[in-house]
């Protein structure tokens, strides 16, 4: 399979702990996007990375969030003392850049995570 | 104003009707734009793209541009049950730094 593929699926934690999901691309695609989706709303936009560089990061997150792209290859997302609602579904997501035309973008199946 | 609005739902059509599923954005440097559905419990998938204003078929599915308007729309012809779903709007900048914004998505239901 070369699609996107994400680990954990599932992830339950307490409050204040640390998660960690990881991200494995397209491995042809050499950007990134990281979001995050609650029930009845569209994604919403975490960071995205070309090859290992962080091009972006929403100011809607907070300084718990951090992400990485060491080698342009696969992605790790972390949350830092996690809170309640932090609960959502982490969806990663890669594309090409060029050329536009082939620039849309393929979802893995997700990182459900629950707060306690 | 939010950066891509989608018309509110839930949208429900009878079996083989059309379905139209409207979008409109507010960047006006919006250069890409894509359609995806998300069924309950899986994760987006890419059903089409469209980067020049007029009309893109594939197969039962149209997409719609009209950039002076910054609307795009998704036509679906002969629905069926199985196009029951959530439909999500997206569009992108064609920069160097871009990110791509996704609307809230609209649920169809298609009754047979």
């Known amino acids: 399979d070369t699609g996107v593929s994400q680990d954990p699926r599932h992830k339950i934690t307490k409050r204040g702990q640390n998660v960690t999901f990881r991200c494995d691309p397209i491995s042809e695609h050499n950007r990134l996007y990281w979001y995050r989706q609650t029930l009845g709303q569209g994604p919403e936009f975490l960071t995205y990375f070309q090859n290992e560089a962080q091009l972006e990061k929403s100011r809607l997150l907070s300084d718990r969030f951090s992400a990485e792209r060491p080698k342009g290859s696969f992605s790790t997302l972390e949350i830092q003392r996690t809170e309640q609602g932090d609960s959502a579904m982490y969806l990663c997501?890669?594309?090409?850049?060029?050329?536009?035309?082939?620039?849309?973008?393929?979802f893995g199946p997700g990182t459900r995570l629950t707060v306690t | 104003q939010k950066e891509v609005e989608q018309n509110s739902g839930p949208l429900s059509v009878p079996e083989g009707a059309i379905a139209s599923l409207n979008c409109t954005y507010s960047?006006?440097?919006?250069?890409?734009f894509f359609w995806y559905r998300q069924y309950s419990g899986k994760s987006p998938e890419l059903i089409m793209s469209i980067y020049s204003n007029g009309d893109k078929e594939d197969g039962r599915f149209t997409a719609q541009l009209n950039k002076a308007s910054q609307y795009v729309s998704l036509l679906i012809r002969d629905s069926q049950p199985s196009d029951s779903a959530t439909y999500l709007c997206?569009?992108?900048?064609?920069?160097?730094?871009?990110?791509?914004?996704f609307g809230p998505g609209t649920s169809l239901s298609v009754i047979p």
């Open positions: 997501a890669s594309s090409l850049v060029f050329p536009a035309t082939q620039s849309g973008q393929y």
């Open positions: 997206a569009v992108k900048r064609e920069t160097s730094y871009d990110k791509v914004i």
């Open positions: 960047d006006r440097g919006s250069q890409s």
